[in-house]
């Protein structure tokens, strides 16, 4: 699979090269490694639980993003992000 293309269809509007959503998609990658456990997340990431909460449901509600349809892709497209940069989130 072309990662470009393959992140970009997973992440949908999170693949967006931007701050934001930068931190939506490192947020979803850390729940989704405990678990989808929101207070490991929040320890992991040292803020708020309801932070966290707040962008899990950004994420599922303002960018339609179905965590239980393609859970396996969700859980690793973050983690290819920041390894390889921004060149991945977006198919030239």
């Known amino acids: 699979m072309d990662s470009a293309s393959g992140d970009s269809i997973t992440l949908g509007e999170l693949a967006e090269d931007d701050r934001r959503r930068e931190l ?3 947020t979803l990658r850390v729940l989704l490694s ?3 456990s929101q ?3 929040a320890d992991q990431l040292m803020m708020h639980r309801n932070t966290v909460h707040y ?3 950004r994420a599922v ?3 339609h993003l179905g965590l239980d349809a393609h859970a396996f892709d969700l ?3 973050p983690m ?3 390894r ?3 060149k991945v989130l977006r198919r030239e």
Do not use: M, N, W, Y
């Open 61 to 63: 509600d303002h960018h």
């Open 39 to 41: 207070s490991a997340t």
């Open 75 to 77: 859980h690793f497209a």
């Open 55 to 57: 962008r899990v449901q």
């Open 34 to 36: 405990t678990h989808r």
């Open 84 to 86: 390889h940069g921004s």
């Open 80 to 82: 290819i992000c920041p």
């Open 24 to 26: 939506l998609r490192e």
